[in-house]
């Protein structure tokens, strides 16, 4: 109970304070929300630069572990090996990915929530650009998502019942949807990017706000 008093009196207190400022809370929020938005995107392109890398690496952990001139029980079925190790890598990417993804959309909801308030300082056309552009990634996402469990399953399929006569074939259809992975995830990319830019926009914008109060 004593916990909870204290933490009214605080933000209370801090109301107090940007009410002297003359700083609304709709435009703190604000800020702080796209602060911690810029994080998550930032976070987010670490994790599609790093499964580029392990899907471009691939065919070589494939050579590596020699799985089509295996006699008996290949690496990938005992679950080991540099190709079972990738796969492995890729699925966990893909879960973090998922688990940023769902911490951007709920920044998406609490800067919709501010965008409706329409304070008077707050730079809503900005904003609402903001809001748009994460429209855009969230569709991103739920491609790469697709395309990643489509490759999953086809990997998976090929992998537990080398070794094959019809690699080549195998391989070259497999190789078309480790391209669309890689073009989706490169468009998220530059989708990010454009979005950090209009979150620079808009912090440049309210940091004049601001300053004017």
Excluded at 123 to 142: A, G, H, M, P, T
Excluded at 177 to 187: K, R
Aim: proline share 0%; hydrophobic share 40%; aromatic share 6%.
């Amino acid at each position: 109970m004593k916990k909870r008093a204290a933490i009214i009196l605080h933000v209370l207190s801090a109301m107090l304070f940007l009410s002297a400022c003359g700083i609304t809370q709709e435009l703190e929020q604000a800020s702080t929300t796209v602060s911690a938005l810029k994080e998550l995107l930032h976070t987010q392109t670490s994790q599609l630069q790093e499964l580029q890398e392990d899907v471009q690496d691939i065919w070589r952990a494939f050579d590596s572990d020699d799985l089509n001139n295996v006699k008996g029980e290949n690496l990938f079925n005992q679950e080991k090996g540099e190709l079972f190790e990738n796969m492995e890598r890729r699925t966990e990417q893909l879960q973090q990915i998922t688990d940023t993804q769902k911490e951007i959309d709920a920044v998406q909801r609490q800067l919709k929530g501010i965008h409706k308030k329409e304070a008077v300082d707050v730079d809503n056309e900005k904003l609402q650009l903001i809001i748009n552009s994460l429209d855009i990634l969230k569709n991103d996402f739920e491609s790469l998502s697709l395309y990643l469990t489509s490759s999953f399953e086809q990997e998976e399929a090929l992998y537990s019942q080398l070794p094959v006569e019809n690699l080549s074939s195998q391989q070259s259809i497999l190789n078309r949807t480790f391209g669309a992975i890689m073009l989706v995830s490169d468009e998220s990319i530059a989708n990010i990017d454009y979005t950090l830019g209009l979150i620079d926009t808009f912090t440049a914008s309210q940091n004049k706000a601001a300053a004017s109060q």
